[in-house]
């Protein structure tokens, strides 16, 4: 077995996760980072996108509209490069009680939340396609954020400094010396390969799935509930600024412009498994009516996946504070050292992707603490690798670079523009046979054909680097079509089931992916 | 208003098929379609039965069987004279075609196993001559030559599943200069009908093979004068040599598609492509006349019989709204094979039976339409079939198109009816 030795290893390679190891490792610390799956493919890949404004909590939860507003000014500095400066506006439709847009703005003024009444004539100019009926607009500086790129900005801001990023690589038991953490044993997916972890601090950034983690390493009373939603992906833009329903949170209340699309979110159930991906059609119809109320015509659009995720609803067992028992969608730091005496661990759960930021510094103030030494953080002024230049993300800058060298440069996958030499550097970078993993970093196949075109194109890419074999080759097709038909089938209708059979044409018809000698049990008939 | 003897709708290899049936029958036929149809994705292969599950090795030996199985399947409404039928019209029309030389291969009696581009064994009754030669049961070495140039196509994947499928074959990448760095098949289809080009290719390629292999290239070898492209390319490499269908859009199916529209048009019909059907004008349970719409401009179409060939679900014609409710979309017609209500439309296995698959327009014994007595519904828009996966696509659409035009003809009384203008 190898053997690492660290100073802290952190489990869980989401937004919070790779925050925390690309703060420890602005304080100097080395770090090693593991995932059970890739960086950012639980919670954190799977919300709409939206840096949040702090509007959304500004009546209903005033310290939370605190921090947002706070965040999404330090994230526009510090991530520009995966930020995308749409602004929000927060708008009172019909169904909405309009008493609730005074207090909304007082809510604002209250929390430090820019928010700036407009006038509705204004707000359709804007965006024509809102519906017409809105009373009262707000606009408020909402953004979105390309979340891998993030992730992978700090992964590697981390790398760079020493620190070891093992995707793939689930925590299987832990290290204890009595009261003590002492690192965790984890498992390599691919290679089955275990690695003993060695670790001064162990942080435990697993969101919906830390009690399992904290379980696991003997720390009873973790409990979060996973609370499921759903988000829609459509096949355009039908806005270009966030569009929020004025009223008390709820359900198909956000519509969020982020790169080539539009997401519509969410739902909120309490579910026993986070692992649960379950997409019910009443679920789906809410959301297309939800759709409706903001943009009408919303229905005629194509909608091209549909995705849940799992908020971490934190419920400590163990508090003893009334107070705190009630299940909150504020972040959780437990600190086991002053909550159960065992030093060495520390757990980060709940919270929202706005603030993943501030989690890892509480996190890494925490882990100092435990260790007796003072090392300031600095994740609020320093840029992530690949926003040093300050400069926001803009929709089209992939486009205009195509155009700069428009016969030089093979296109994959044209509906992200994602060029053959970017493929084969993902794919030597991330030393990966998963198509998805190669998704997740391009954006390749997330367009409107959802990899018609561009997949059988990749899996021969991948095949003709590193030797990969034919069967591999066909594995890795044949999983991210599974994958993307996960995706599909409950939101299929319209003009995107027509590509989805277009689709089945050119795999299973023109491609054979069904009769490919590993897939194939075939026998000769007749 | 135009008066026809029959409206073909939809103009896939089943629309063209019953329209120059229809003409050649003596009736005066107009196909109107909104677009292109199935021809332009598809690998230009006659593919009649491939998988009844399993591979079929004959498709004439498994139609009976499977025709008794299936009761609800096109064949089963169609019955084996007509597939055999209207594969023997389809070889005399290819030779008659517009393009000189070129031929389609194969019997009903012996599927050929062709390689996809992935290289997976595609079973097919008929198929262009300039594809024969990858039939998996031919001798000799295969050397599947592809380029960088063409995103479209990967050798050594394709050689590796061949390999794995037990026959000799490797990968090699030959440079093709392009224009354009995304260039696709019928880019450089076009350069294979010059010959200067095609020997300078032939020379580059020459020296990289061995000796008795025979050499698979991605569907290219020319658009215009695809016989004289491949013959002259087998013959200076002085070997076998083979064209592999790839990703849309197919050369080889745009051929099929330039020698159905001649059939269409040398026998006297009519095609109107860029108009689609946008009203119904109906006559108590008949079709009275069709409108359709191009360029802003309205044209109305009468005829005394209609044959639907618009597709299933890939063309739009059948169409699931975002409230779970399916529509034929361009005549209205009802619909079989749907899920009942509250059971699963998809399930979440990818490569396994999609509840929808078998959604076509509801007919009769005779291909006509429930509720439109003068309507014929061929192609994919008949229910009861899943054509990617069985592989049968083309034979239900030559098949049904073949037989609506015979109904219509003998039901016209072998005169055209109606033929006033």
């Known amino acids: ?526 | 208003m135009l008066h026809y003897d029959a409206v073909v709708i939809g103009a896939g290899t089943a629309g063209l098929v019953a329209g120059a049936r229809l003409a050649e029958g003596g009736a005066r036929v107009c196909v109107v379609a909104k677009g292109v149809g199935s021809t332009h994705l598809a690998p230009g292969t006659i593919d009649v039965l491939g998988y009844a599950p399993d591979r079929v090795a004959s498709p004439a030996a498994a139609l009976p069987e499977f025709m008794t199985a299936r009761a609800d399947h096109p064949y089963a409404l169609l019955g084996p004279d007509a597939v055999a039928e209207s594969l023997g019209w389809l070889k005399a029309r290819v030779e008659a075609g517009p393009l000189p030389g070129y031929r389609y291969a194969g019997e009903l009696d012996r599927n050929l196993l062709l390689p996809s581009a992935i290289g997976a064994l595609r079973p097919s009754a008929l198929v262009p001559e300039t594809m024969a030669g990858g039939d998996a049961a031919l001798p000799g070495r295969v050397a599947v030559v592809g380029s960088r140039s063409l995103r479209d196509f990967h050798a050594s994947l394709c050689a590796g599943n061949l390999r794995r499928a037990g026959i000799e074959a490797r990968g090699l990448e030959i440079d093709i200069d392009v224009e354009r760095a995304d260039e696709n098949a019928l880019g450089l289809a076009r350069r294979f009908d010059d010959a200067g080009w095609r020997a300078a290719f032939a020379a580059r390629l020459a020296i990289k093979l061995q000796a008795d292999e025979r050499v698979g290239l991605p569907a290219m070898l020319g658009a215009r004068d695809p016989h004289g492209a491949w013959s002259d390319l087998e013959q200076r490499l002085g070997r076998r040599v083979f064209e592999i269908p790839t990703l849309p859009p197919s050369v080889p199916g745009m051929r099929l598609f330039e020698i159905l529209r001649s059939a269409l048009r040398r026998a006297g019909g009519r095609l109107v492509i860029g108009a689609e059907v946008v009203d119904v004008e109906r006559s108590g349970q008949a079709i009275a006349a069709v409108s359709t719409r191009a360029g802003g401009h309205d044209v109305r179409y009468a005829a005394p019989w209609f044959v639907l060939a618009a597709g299933g679900f890939a063309s739009g014609a059948i169409e699931l709204d975002s409230h779970w409710v399916t529509h034929e979309r361009v005549l209205g017609l009802p619909l079989r094979g749907l899920p009942a209500p509250g059971e699963p439309r998809f399930v979440a296995e990818y490569l396994a039976e999609q509840p929808m698959a078998r959604v076509g327009v509801a007919v009769d014994g005779e291909l006509r339409a429930e509720g439109a007595e003068n309507v014929m519904v061929v192609g994919a828009a008949l229910p009861g079939a899943v054509p990617w996966s069985e592989a049968s696509g083309e034979g239900i659409a030559l098949a049904s198109g073949s037989r609506a035009a015979e109904l219509v003809l003998a039901r016209a009384g072998g005169t055209p009816a109606g033929a006033a203008a």
């Open chain 1, 1 to 526: 077995m190898t053997t690492l030795s660290t100073d802290v290893l952190v489990i869980g390679g989401g937004a919070t996760g790779a925050g925390v190891a690309w703060d420890a490792a602005l304080r100097g610390f080395d770090v090693v980072l593991v995932d059970r799956g890739d960086l950012a493919e639980g919670t954190s890949g799977r919300f709409h996108g939206l840096v949040h404004s702090g509007g959304r909590y500004a009546v209903k939860d005033p310290k939370a509209a605190e921090e947002c507003i706070a965040e999404n000014r330090i994230l526009r500095r510090i991530a520009a490069d995966c930020i995308e400066d749409i602004g929000g506006f927060f708008v009172t439709t019909p169904w909405d009680d309009p008493a609730y847009a005074d207090r909304f703005k007082d809510g604002c003024q209250a929390t430090g939340v820019d928010c700036e009444e407009i006038d509705p004539a204004l707000s359709l100019r804007e965006e024509p396609r809102l519906n017409p009926d809105i009373s009262r607009v707000f606009r408020v500086p909402d953004a979105n954020i390309d979340v891998w790129k993030t992730v992978w900005a700090m992964a590697h801001g981390a790398q760079d400094r020493g620190a070891r990023v093992l995707p793939y690589h689930a925590a299987v038991a832990f290290r204890r010396d009595g009261d003590r953490v002492t690192g965790a044993r984890v498992r390599g997916a691919r290679t089955g390969e275990e690695i003993d972890v060695e670790a001064r601090v162990t942080v435990n950034a697993s969101g919906a799935w830390a009690g399992r983690v904290a379980d696991l390493a003997g720390i009873e009373g973790v409990r979060v509930l996973p609370g499921r939603g759903i988000m829609i992906a459509m096949n355009h833009r039908l806005v270009n600024t966030c569009v929020n329903r004025c009223q008390m949170p709820t359900d198909g209340d956000i519509l969020v412009p982020i790169r080539t699309v539009c997401v519509i979110g969410t739902t909120d159930e309490h579910t026993g498994d986070p692992d649960d991906h379950t997409v019910r059609e009443s679920e789906v119809d809410a959301m297309l009516d939800d759709g409706e109320k903001l943009v009408p015509g919303f229905r005629q659009a194509r909608a091209l996946r549909v995705w849940t995720g799992v908020r971490p609803l934190f419920e400590d067992a163990k508090a003893s504070d009334t107070s705190t028992r009630d299940v909150t969608r504020a972040h959780a730091l437990l600190d086991h050292d002053q909550r159960d005496g065992v030093t060495g661990f520390v757990t980060i759960t709940g919270g929202k992707l706005t603030t993943f930021r501030l989690m890892a510094e509480e996190t890494m103030n925490a882990v100092c603490r435990q260790l007796g030494e003072h090392r300031p953080c600095t994740t609020q002024t320093e840029p992530l690798p690949g926003s040093e230049q300050r400069e926001h993300y803009r929709l089209g800058e992939r486009l205009e670079r195509k155009e700069e060298h428009l016969s030089g440069a093979q296109l994959i996958c044209e509906c992200e523009m994602v060029t053959r030499g970017k493929l084969e550097d993902a794919i030597r970078r991330r030393a990966t046979t998963n198509l998805d993993d190669i998704r997740r970093l391009l954006r390749l196949g997330m367009g409107p054909c959802q990899g018609g075109f561009c997949i059988y194109r990749a899996t021969g890419v991948l095949h003709g680097l590193d030797g990969l074999s034919a069967e591999q080759a066909d594995a890795a097709l044949q999983h991210f079509l599974q994958e993307r038909w996960k995706g599909i089938w409950p939101i299929l209708y319209g003009d995107q089931l027509r590509q989805a059979r277009l689709d089945d044409w050119i795999f299973q018809g023109v491609l054979g992916v069904a009769h490919t000698p590993s897939s194939d049990g075939d026998r000769s008939a007749a």
